[in-house]
């Protein structure tokens, strides 16, 4: 029978607070940015906007869905084509950089996730997301925080604390905060799709010179199914390098 030095041993190990304690501590830094890039016109894409959804409420993620326009011209059977209200050619062009300077090819799939502009994945293999944004946080830690509150007036005041030595750009990121879509044609012809934090415009603030910085920004002039994130995101050599830090804006 055990004695009972080695039952108060036993006790302290399965304590819930033994039990809680991580073996490492987590790098601190900003949440991470985590980019979808889907169509509606894709079969297997909507498993990976519903973990965007679930991603999104995270309070360590910035979560951005962008529709790319390179299904809206396929024709899939009799089911026809679907061309997906929300798809632009920007979209399109942003995961082709990604891919250039992710994977040394232009060529783009979907749907697929680039976590922070370093890593990439398959956006529905759930475990591969989630170590990249693991990896992204222990290998390259944020050395900025980004902070949005309300400014003067309607405006709002950007602050970016903290020291990097890479250039880079400030961009003002408009998105749709939800919408519920029935689809008529194409591969998910049938189904009623719900997107979310769905990118509809993004625009370029200024630029980074590494050091704190503080910004004046005009009303971004949202609607109520809208919000807004800002991204400090490393320019060279293209404007889609990693991204250094990020916030989203206020909800008004």
């Not at 910035?62 to 084509?81: Q, S, T």
């Not at 300077?101 to 370093?118: E, F, H, I, K, W």
């Not at 044609?185 to 370029?204: C, F, H, P, W, Y």
Request: aromatic share 8%; hydrophobic share 35%; net charge positive.
């Amino acid at each position: 029978m055990p004695s009972s030095r080695v039952l108060a041993a036993i006790a302290v190990l399965m304590s819930p607070f033994f039990l809680a304690a991580p073996s490492k501590a987590e790098p601190s830094g900003g949440p991470t940015v985590v980019e979808l890039f889907t169509s509606q016109g894709c079969y297997s894409c909507p498993p990976a906007e519903a973990y965007l959804r679930e991603l999104a409420v995270r309070r360590d993620i910035v979560a951005l869905e962008w529709h790319v326009d390179y299904w809206d011209d396929l024709v899939y059977g009799l089911a026809g084509r679907w061309k997906g209200p929300f798809s632009s050619p920007e979209a399109t062009q942003r995961q082709r950089t990604y891919n250039v300077n992710l994977r040394g090819s232009p060529n783009v799939y979907t749907p697929q996730m680039v976590m922070a502009g370093r890593y990439e994945a398959v956006g529905s293999r759930r475990g591969s997301v989630q170590s990249a944004i693991i990896r992204n946080r222990r290998q390259t830690p944020s050395k900025i925080e980004v902070a949005v509150t309300p400014g003067a007036g309607t405006g709002l005041s950007v602050r970016i604390n903290g020291v990097d030595d890479r250039p880079g750009s400030i961009w003002l990121v408009r998105f749709d905060r939800e919408h519920t879509t029935p689809v008529r044609a194409g591969e998910n012809k049938g189904k009623t799709l719900v997107s979310r934090n769905i990118v509809r415009d993004m625009q370029l603030i200024g630029a980074w010179d590494g050091t704190a910085t503080e910004v004046a920004l005009p009303a971004p002039n949202l609607s109520q199914n809208q919000g807004c994130a800002v991204l400090v995101q490393n320019d060279r050599p293209s404007a889609t390098g990693p991204i250094l830090g990020a916030a989203y804006c206020p909800r008004g």
